[in-house]
């Protein structure tokens, strides 16, 4: 549901995030936690909901994080890998099915450099280039071949040239530092985008094409961006989420619209936020609780911008809300928030943006289905 920032060019807003990624290796990033605790997901050692986002421990050394449905997933700048909150098919990767409210260690490993979580798996990519998945595999999401879900992590084939990984509900997504984009897992509804709506047990390329730059994984569709400025989707439709003017499911990549200065995307459930190399933000998808943040709950099957602001850095999809983070480190939400998930102290949903606070230290975002995890420097 997050991916990993995977911007290009040299605009301001990537200038920015570089230099956040700078300061995060001298561990100054602290872990924020918000919205549902029914499985310990925030990491505070509670299973209370919080409505304003509480630090997980007193460490400044986080990296990188991921939410899934009901458990969060982040790495350290010492590149070791932790998770917390649902386990229930082992997603938490520590070998056991055992609930955890604070962060444990999977593993003892130290050259772990990203991480994505699904509906109730995780996936990872290690600073060698390899691929890791743990949790339920009963679709093949994992990419190992089976369908028997794993406590431990185990590794997708033999390849070194995983670059970014992302996961959608029951299935999963990776770009290959040659620029190739693969799928495997649940493919219902041609989420995979290999032209079928046939389920894979390992990955599979989506087309020939060697210029996909950051891929990411919705409930049940995927959006993309190529090196080129192209956005794509493709999978299911039904409220407009892939952007083609239909609610038609696609089970190829379709593009969304003919422009070429998209950036960054992110997946909600049924909804698909993206960012422009302008510094705009974009919405299109289901809308009922007003996750576009286009101050309506109608659902649009085409882009609309997020007010008229150019100062939009990265963003995030959870089940029906967005967040983002701002150029000058301001964080906003909009969108469902019966368990506090946007953050603002009320449970009272939004259909426009609304500032998490006041600070102006927020670096990185990421959403669940009911909670965000944030970096705070």
């Not at 229930?88 to 490993?109: D, I, R, W």
């Not at 956005?231 to 083609?244: E, H, I, P, V």
């Not at 701002?326 to 019966?338: A, E, F, M, P, Q």
């Amino acid at each position: 549901m997050a991916s990993n920032l995977q911007a290009s060019g040299q605009d301001l807003d990537t200038i920015f995030i570089r230099e956040i990624d700078l300061r995060a290796r001298f561990g100054i990033y602290g872990l924020y936690t918000v919205g549902n605790n029914s499985y310990g997901e925030l990491g505070d050692g509670t299973t209370v909901d919080k409505s304003s986002p509480v630090q997980v421990g007193s460490l400044t050394n986080w990296a990188k994080i991921a939410c899934g449905y009901y458990h969060t997933a982040a790495v350290k700048t010492d590149g070791t890998l932790w998770t917390f909150g649902l386990n229930n098919y082992g997603q938490l990767g520590n070998g056991t099915t055992a609930h955890k409210s604070s962060p444990v260690q999977v593993g003892t490993l130290t050259n772990w450099a990203q991480v994505a979580g699904g509906h109730y798996h995780t996936a990872a990519v290690k600073t060698d280039g390899t691929l890791w998945t743990v949790g339920y595999n009963a679709q093949g999401q994992l990419g190992n071949g089976t369908t028997v879900s794993k406590s431990s992590p185990v590794q997708v084939g033999s390849l070194t040239n995983w670059s970014q990984i992302a996961c959608g509900v029951h299935h999963t997504a990776a770009v290959k530092t040659d620029g190739t984009l693969w799928t495997f897992g649940l493919n219902n509804y041609g989420q995979l985008g290999i032209g079928t709506t046939v389920s894979k047990l390992s990955p599979v390329q989506v087309g020939t094409l060697t210029n996909w730059a950051q891929v990411a994984g919705g409930f049940y569709h995927t959006a993309a961006v190529k090196t080129d400025g192209t956005l794509w989707t493709f999978g299911r439709n039904f409220y407009g989420q892939l952007s083609d003017g239909t609610i038609v499911d696609k089970s190829s990549p379709v593009q969304v619209g003919s422009l070429t200065n998209w950036k960054q995307v992110a997946s909600g459930y049924y909804h698909i936020a993206a960012v422009k190399t302008d510094g705009t933000l974009w919405t299109f998808g289901l809308n009922n609780y007003g996750q576009l943040g286009d101050g309506t709950a109608v659902n649009k099957s085409s882009p609309v911008q997020v007010g008229s602001l150019t100062n939009w850095a990265q963003v995030a999809g959870g089940g029906y809300y967005t967040a983002a983070v701002k150029t000058d480190g301001t964080l906003w939400t909009c969108g469902y928030n019966v368990q506090g998930q946007l953050g603002d102290g009320t449970t009272v949903r939004k259909s426009s943006p609304v500032q998490v606070g006041s600070l102006t230290n927020w670096a990185k975002i990421a959403c669940g289905v009911y909670h965000t995890a944030a970096l705070r420097l």
